[in-house]
């Protein structure tokens, strides 16, 4: 509920709307400003650094629940499978902040980051 009511907040939604927990939240209008804000707003949630590629990484509320659970030793989930276009992980640890950010941004834009931008 607490991702959820953080999520609404970012996209700027009322609080009763429902948001399907599989669906990515960048299909229903979160950009790369708002992926920054969400994961600013849950670091200061569970106190502890968040890395940039967040909702890179677990792109829907389903993914991001169980991440944060296992990373606050709250729950033994599994780790969600990855998307057969998204980097490994080992790929993603190797990234820079700002690479992973750009890669971010890119995923969130729906293609690839334009020169300039």
Do not use: C, W
Request: net charge negative; proline share 7%; aromatic share 2%.
């Amino acid at each position: 509920a607490h991702l959820a009511e953080r999520a609404l907040q970012v996209l700027g939604l009322d609080a009763g709307t429902a948001i399907d927990p599989r669906r990515a939240l960048k299909d229903i209008g979160l950009d790369s400003l708002m992926a920054v804000e969400l994961r600013n707003a849950l670091t200061r949630s569970i106190g502890q650094p968040l890395s940039a590629t967040l909702l890179f990484d677990y792109p829907n509320l389903d993914a991001l629940n169980a991440y944060l659970m296992r990373a606050l030793g709250l729950e033994d989930a599994p780790a969600p499978q990855a998307t057969a276009s998204a980097p490994a992980h080992g790929e993603l640890a190797a990234l820079s902040d700002e690479e992973a950010e750009a890669l971010l941004m890119q995923e969130l834009s729906g293609g690839p980051e334009s020169p300039g931008t």
